[in-house]
């Protein structure tokens, strides 16, 4: 098992920036991809960032590109997303996610979830 834990959120002016933590403990060695999604009110959960355990490989998705960076420290068993420039429509509780498997963008492959960090982006 893995237990995730978010932090960082937390309301900021549009423009502005914030950085998510997502520190995993148990069984980290297990996980092979850990990712960042939202889900903002009325909307369905959308898939963020990921980055893999080894080699640190990313993927973003269209939204994220340019403006949000996914980092990990293994050693601290931590991943980070980095956001800049936020938007309004980047209100969003973000959660992450650890796969044990290599995943994607597809929130039904990842296997832990953390409980959700409130991000909200005042106009």
């Known amino acids: 098992q893995v237990q995730l834990v978010e932090s960082g959120g937390g309301l900021v002016q549009a423009g502005g920036s914030l950085r998510l933590s997502c520190a995993a403990s148990?069984?980290?060695?297990?996980?092979?991809?850990t990712g960042w999604f939202r889900q903002a009110p009325g909307k369905e959960r959308e898939f963020v960032a990921r980055?893999?355990?080894?080699?640190?490989?990313?993927y973003y998705s269209d939204s994220a590109k340019g403006r949000f960076s996914i980092s990990r420290d293994n050693a601290k068993n931590t991943v980070y997303l980095q956001m800049n420039s936020l938007k309004p429509e980047d209100t969003a509780v973000y959660y992450c996610a650890a796969a044990r498997l290599l995943a994607g963008t597809e929130g039904k492959l990842y296997d832990y979830w953390g409980q959700g960090t409130q991000v909200t982006v005042s106009s």
């Open positions: 148990g069984r980290t060695d297990s996980s092979y991809v």
């Open positions: 980055i893999t355990r080894r080699g640190g490989m990313t």
